[in-house]
Each structure stands twice: as structure tokens, then as C-alpha cells.
């Protein structure tokens, strides 16, 4: 967790996991895991120095295999009467 902590405050995101586990049938191994979601404003210079930190010795690194990743842009939202992304064309 202090690997993840970031000393610039710019850096800051909004982030939550969530579990999943799909019960083994048949006498096979469970499908489990965690999705990690996360939100900033920009991903070089908030997600992308994090991942780096957490990289260099988070000794979880053994345990476990990303096995997708993605980044999706979400506009902001709007005022009554606009539209979403209006506040985009300012």
C-alpha cells in the first residue's frame, strides 16, 4: 500500500476493486479474481507513475497475472438544459 501512496497530490486518482468468483464445477479450479477500476483526469501523469512505483519492488508482482487492461475516456457530465460533453467545446 505505501508503494501506491504518492507524495504529489496531482497524482491522486479514484480507484475500486472488485472480487469475482465463479464456483468450480465438476472438480475443476474457481475462476477468481479482481477487476481494478480506476478514474483521473489524466492517465500519463496519474496512473501511469503509480503502476511504475508499484512495479519496481511490490513483491505482489510474483503472485499474480494481469491478464487485460484498458483506458476508456468519460466526459464530464452536463447542467440542465445542455448536453453530454457541451462543457468539451468551451
Known amino acids: 500500500m505505501r508503494r501506491a501512496r504518492f507524495?504529489?497530490?496531482?497524482?491522486r486518482i479514484f480507484r475500486r476493486a472488485y472480487n469475482y468468483d465463479i464456483p468450480p464445477g465438476n472438480g475443476s479450479v474457481s475462476d477468481s479474481?479482481?477487476?481494478?477500476?480506476?478514474?483521473q483526469a489524466d492517465v500519463d501523469t496519474q496512473f501511469t507513475p503509480l503502476q511504475k512505483r508499484l512495479d519496481e519492488l511490490d513483491l505482489?508482482?510474483?503472485w499474480t497475472v494481469p491478464i487485460g487492461s484498458a483506458v476508456f475516456a468519460i466526459p464530464p457530465g452536463c447542467a440542465e438544459g445542455g448536453y453530454?460533453?457541451?462543457?468539451?467545446?468551451n
Not at 507524495?7 to 497524482?11: A, H, K, L
Open 33 to 39: 479474481g479482481l477487476i481494478f477500476v480506476s478514474f
Open 60 to 62: 505482489l508482482n510474483e
Open 84 to 89: 453530454i460533453g457541451d462543457t468539451l467545446l
Open 7 to 11: 507524495e504529489d497530490g496531482r497524482q
